[in-house]
């Protein structure tokens, strides 16, 4: 196998790591959606056990297989950690990142553990969210080879587009998890319209209060039908702009570049737009199953994958592969021997 394609340890292990946080984050879809966040009323254990005991086992097990699989993700960032201190000298091994994604993973934990301490804070599940998800973007990050060469002018041209799209995405994750957090989804039964009215009845002052008082169990939510109404209706206005953003980006992406895999990249987000969407849709339609629910966080986490591919597309290593000239590899001998000579 050609050397220069051979995907090396160190992204091997990143690539297991991401595709474990994505694993991770819809685990916390379904932990959160089957009203498991308190099953286990500690942390790290569960009522005092590594394995959940017979009380509440159910729920209990939910939550402890998503931090059993959020342990192992852990362990592996760490193991990253190590490789990259060790190869540190390596010019092409990153560390700088590497360091600030093991730096997130204990802010992870710690979000973790405050998700059930704190009784299921909206921002702080939000937050964990959103850490999961960065988490998934850092690993896929280092996970991807990076391409040699420079790339066209019209190919430079869309990194302002990229990076807008990715802060799109994360507002919309933002508002993804504050809808899923305070039980919002369900404050809009129909759709195109809210309660069968195109501008309900909204209370927008009460729906985006971060904070709230530390003794509240968040357990199926606390806020009057109004303000729920205001956190769905603004998710959704959210997911149009969003979308949008994103399908812009993707088209003008197939449409400027110049190499397959941009263009390709670009056609898999647009894809993986109108699959959220649709995902969004059928949702509401059939009244919020539980395995539709859950795949929406597994769009979201599809999104992150297709956003940082194209930002990784889109500032390749100028530096050209090693080669090595096999007449280059060694000093010539000294003149006065009587011979030129090459390793």
């Known amino acids: 196998m050609d050397p220069q394609r051979a995907l090396p340890w160190f992204r091997r292990l990143a690539l297991a790591g991401a595709l474990l946080a994505a694993v991770v984050v819809v685990l916390g879809a379904w932990v959160r959606l089957t009203d498991a966040g308190l099953g286990c009323p500690d942390w790290p254990g569960c009522y005092g056990h590594i394995y959940p005991p017979e009380q509440n086992f159910s729920k209990a097990l939910h939550e402890m297989i998503h931090r059993y699989f959020a342990s192992t993700l852990g362990l592996i960032v760490v193991g990253l950690l190590i490789y990259a201190v060790h190869h540190r000298k390596d010019l092409k091994q990153p560390v700088a990142i590497v360091v600030l994604l093991f730096v997130l993973i204990c802010l992870q934990g710690a979000l973790g553990a405050l998700t059930v301490t704190l009784l299921l804070k909206p921002l702080i599940v939000t937050a964990h969210l959103l850490g999961g ?19 066209s002018a019209r190919e430079r041209s ?41 501008w309900p009845r909204m209370d927008f002052r009460d729906a985006f209060v971060l904070w709230r008082g530390l003794d509240i169990d968040y357990t199926g939510g606390v806020l009057p039908n109004p303000a729920r109404m205001a956190i769905h209706v603004t998710h959704r206005l959210g997911a149009l702009l969003a979308g949008s953003v994103l399908m812009v980006v993707g088209v003008l992406t197939c449409a400027r570049a110049a190499g397959r895999r941009l263009r390709a990249i670009g056609a898999l987000l647009v894809g993986a737009v109108l699959l959220q969407i649709g995902i969004g849709v059928a949702m509401v339609h059939f009244a919020l199953p539980l395995p539709l629910a859950t795949l929406h966080n597994a769009g979201a986490a599809l999104l992150v994958i297709c956003t940082v591919t194209l930002l990784r597309l889109l500032w390749p290593n100028l530096a050209k592969p090693e080669s090595v000239h096999p007449k280059a590899a060694a000093p010539q001998a000294p003149a006065a021997a009587g011979f030129a000579g090459s390793a």
Request: hydrophobic share 45%; aromatic share 12%; charged share 5%.
């Open 133 to 151: 998800l960065t988490t998934l973007g850092t690993l896929w990050w280092l996970s991807l080879t990076p391409t040699h060469g420079d790339l």
């Open 158 to 198: 869309l990194r302002p587009f990229a990076l807008g799209a990715l802060a799109a995405l994360g507002i919309q994750i933002f508002l993804g998890g504050w809808t899923s957090t305070n039980y919002a989804a369900v404050a809009c039964p129909d759709l195109p319209t809210c309660q069968q009215s195109w």
